[in-house]
Nanobody
Framework: VQLQASGGGLVQAGDSLGLSCAAS????????MGWFRQAPGKEREFVAA????????NYADSVKGRFTISRDNAKNTVYLQLNSLKPEDTAVYYC???????????????WGQGTLVTVSS
């Protein structure tokens, strides 16, 4: 399976940004999807996850109420809408695919290449 993340960029604090992750090579609709991020010098951390049907979502406390994960199985794409961005949201954002809805990176077997989000103050 291949995952291609896109949509990152340089924005100011308070701005919004939309990330996309297109999947190919597997039956996308059978798998749960997640977004993780890694800031410079820090460990990769969970951001959000969505079940295969889109009925269930999980968010990290740090982004709850600001970020929204969604998916379109017809387009084999998962999205992450980032609102009210803060400088501490600066990181490389990765999408990933899993067979279990989880906050743990080890549960995700396939990863995209990452897209950089930079939030200036």
């Amino acid at each position: 399976v291949q995952l291609q993340a896109s949509g990152g960029g340089l924005v100011q604090a308070g701005d919004s940004l939309g990330l996309s992750c297109a999947a190919s090579g597997r039956t996308f609709s059978k798998y749960h999807m997640g977004w993780f991020r890694q800031a410079p010098g820090k460990e990769r951390e969970f951001v959000a996850a969505i079940s295969w049907s889109g009925a269930y979502t999980n968010y990290a406390d740090s982004v709850k109420g600001r970020f929204t994960i969604s998916r379109d199985n017809a387009k084999n794409t998962v999205y992450l809408q980032l609102n009210s961005l803060k400088p501490e949201d600066t990181a490389v954002y990765y999408c990933a695919l899993a067979t279990a809805l989880s906050k743990l990176s080890r549960e995700y077997g396939y990863w995209g290449q990452g897209t950089l989000v930079t939030v200036s103050s």
